[in-house]
């Protein structure tokens, strides 16, 4: 089963606007990793926010942990064409439990 | 530096046949994972290779199988094929297993008919 959850399932915005994603997951974690696969392809690392962190930045990316909640969100700002794609968390578990467990992922769709 | 290659891209396979896929990760790396994707199961485990050894197993049947050589290029088989094996098999390499950042390849799509 899926260690993580992620919603909404599927979301479509204008262009410029702001999208959220959130994962939540049922484990204590070393760290929750955001990845975008576009169209059926490999998978490329967006962020890596580690269990001691409470949010991190990159570019126009904005992911957020809430290890109480266990929970994160990915914020893509002024959002374009090409972020359209399929958005994916996945957690690596503590010690002794080394793999990356992935999340269903949602679907964005930017509108021009 | 290259990326993650994996061969074949696409392949197609008749039941009860077996295939082997190949992946070769970014220089440097030693730690290689595989991945299934598909559409009711979303990305699954598989196993993960560090040094020649398997470190992690997914919960998969025996039919699926790996391994790595000395030069960190990895392999995985799938025998016995089953049309529920049809899948997007991608592999992701990394420096340590420590399960920070993974670099993914293209991914080879198996179908199985």
């Known amino acids: 089963s899926q260690q993580g959850e992620e919603d909404p399932q599927a979301l479509s915005i204008q262009e410029g606007e702001n999208a959220t994603m959130n994962c939540s997951y049922k484990t204590s974690i070393n760290n929750l990793q955001w990845y975008r696969q576009n169209s059926g392809r490999g998978l490329v690392h967006l962020i890596l926010i580690r269990s001691n962190e409470r949010e991190k930045h990159s570019g126009r990316l904005r992911v957020t942990l809430d290890t109480s909640k266990k929970s994160s969100s990915l914020l893509i700002t002024a959002s374009r064409a090409a972020d359209t794609a399929s958005y994916f968390c996945a957690t690596a578990g503590v010690q002794g439990a080394q793999k990356l467990v992935f999340g269903q992922g949602t679907r964005l769709t930017i509108n021009p | 530096k290259a990326g993650v290659t994996q061969t074949p891209r696409y392949l197609i396979k008749t039941r009860g046949q077996q295939v082997t896929l190949s992946c070769s990760p970014i220089s440097g790396h030693r730690s290689v994972s595989w991945y299934q994707q598909t559409p009711g199961q979303g990305l699954q485990f598989l196993f993960e290779?560090?040094?020649?050894?398997?470190?992690n197993k997914g919960n998969f049947p025996g039919r699926f199988s790996g391994r790595q050589f000395s030069n960190s290029r990895s392999e995985m088989n799938v025998s016995t094929l089953e049309l529920g094996d049809s899948a997007l098999y991608l592999c992701a390499s990394s420096f340590v297993p420590h399960f920070d950042e993974q670099y993914f390849g293209p991914g080879t799509r198996l179908t199985v008919t």
């Open positions: 290779y560090f040094s020649e050894t398997q470190r």
